[in-house]
């Protein structure tokens, strides 16, 4: 019986895996001025736990996928662990790699949501997404299957949203007879603002469309409040009439009179 080289070789100890991440984890730190230093009291869990707040803090603060990419590598087992300890008496309802990859896509969205405000803090974080992200997929879970029905029973149903034809066509009637209303009173109002002199139009633009105070407004044209208010008030007055006369057509028509409050003076 004849033995290989390799097989005589003594065989050396295994690099492990996860030491390479930490040592990984480490140097990202150092470079960037984080020294990650393990306190000799905590134990594995703490230290771990600890590794994990400062990687996601100099993610957030960084934003650089090298740190990221490096995150994910070293929590990756504990949110996997987490994940199967929460899914325990749900059956095999969800797939664990998704409900994992819904987690780490929801912490590179929310960095800027992280406060490492201790050394556990992404592990209680990263608890809750892994817990808001079970919650969607139960949500979804039980949501009622739609069934599809046929065309011709589609055909047979009457839509209860939509309105009737013949409601449609009538409101359309409606906006079109009031727009066109609308637009016919401001065409008497324009005429009817152009057979005033020249004062009484300076005066309502500055009162009604420029807001100005009836006190400022007499100061400019030199006369006193109280007449300068008779002045609207006649303006307004002959304003309203003609309008109301070229709104009513021929005179053998009656009148339309227009509320008395129109004009009160402001």
Not at 78 to 86: D, E, F, G, W, Y
Not at 150 to 155: A, T
Not at 157 to 174: I, S, T, Y
């Amino acid at each position: 019986m004849t033995c290989s080289p390799s097989q005589l070789a003594p065989r050396l100890p295994e690099w492990n895996g996860r030491d390479c991440i930490r040592s990984r984890a480490a140097g990202l730190l150092d470079q960037r001025g984080c020294h990650f230093e393990a306190a000799a009291c905590a134990d594995a869990a703490a230290v771990d736990a600890a590794l994990a707040t400062q990687l996601m803090d100099l993610y957030r603060r960084t934003g650089e996928s090298e740190v990221f990419d490096c995150l994910v590598q070293w929590v990756t087992p504990q949110l996997t662990a987490r994940i199967r300890s929460r899914l325990r008496g749900l059956g095999g309802m969800f797939d664990v790699h998704e409900l994992l990859q819904d987690t780490i896509v929801n912490i590179y969205r929310y960095p800027d949501r992280f406060v490492a405000s201790r050394p556990g803090a992404f592990a209680a974080w990263s608890s809750m997404i892994v817990d808001n992200a079970i919650r969607r997929q139960l949500r979804n879970h039980r949501r009622p299957d739609m069934a599809c029905s046929s065309f011709e029973m589609l055909q047979e149903q009457a839509d209860v949203g939509a309105r009737e034809p013949c409601l449609a066509a009538q409101d359309q009637e409606e906006c079109a007879a009031t727009a066109s209303a609308f637009s016919l009173l401001l065409h008497c109002y324009l005429s009817a603002f152009q057979t005033l002199n020249e004062r009484e139009r300076f005066v309502l633009q500055m009162v009604e469309v420029k807001q100005m105070r009836y006190v400022e407004l007499a100061t400019l044209l030199g006369i006193r409040p109280e007449a300068l208010k008779m002045v609207v008030f006649r303006a307004r007055k002959r304003l309203l009439d003609r309008t109301a006369q070229l709104v009513a057509g021929p005179v053998d028509r009656p009148v339309v009179k227009l509320a008395p409050r129109a004009l009160a003076i402001a």
